[in-house]
């Protein structure tokens, strides 16, 4: 959750940690490799998260290793989201014929795509060098903020529409990480 709480105050009401026993594992893909900038999920013993190689990974949460690698191919993908065994992430594949914008689910344990669904573009949204909203899981249907101004409702184990609403105004909706 993104500053501790759907309020974002930064506060986290943990216990604190007593002793830091310095850096458990490092994780790099090759010595010329970019750094991993993007933000990561964690759930159960595996950590999702993607690198600027236009790759979505899963490393073990306890050594760094590398479990398994799912290749995007586009270069700006949303933060991951994990619930019940499933990663979802959604992605802007750019060429010179046309942009689109995917949801993807990868089983969370071996990296396999479950589905695809594809949401409509819309190029008037890209300013600033946007990137896809982050998805958000509820009661059976994964939300996705679309480029074309719409809230978009996915079943979850079908990966079909099951709803649209329109909002007021193109824009990207992000998840209260």
Known sequence: MFRANFQRTGVYDTPEVRQLNGLKWRSRKSPDSLTWYFCLSVSESI??????????????????????????????????????????????????????????AIDFKTGQKLWQFRLEFQPTSLIYGSVPSSPVVSKGVVYIGGTDGYLHGIDLSLGELVSSFKTTKICHLLHPR
């Open 47 to 104: 950590v999702c998260v993607g690198n600027q190689d236009r790759n979505l990974y899963g490393l073990d949460s306890e050594t760094g290793t590398e479990l398994w690698q799912y290749q995007l191919g586009e270069k700006f993908f949303s933060d991951p989201v994990i619930c019940d065994g499933i990663v979802y992430v959604s992605s802007l594949s750019f060429n010179e014929a046309k942009t689109d914008q995917y949801l993807r």
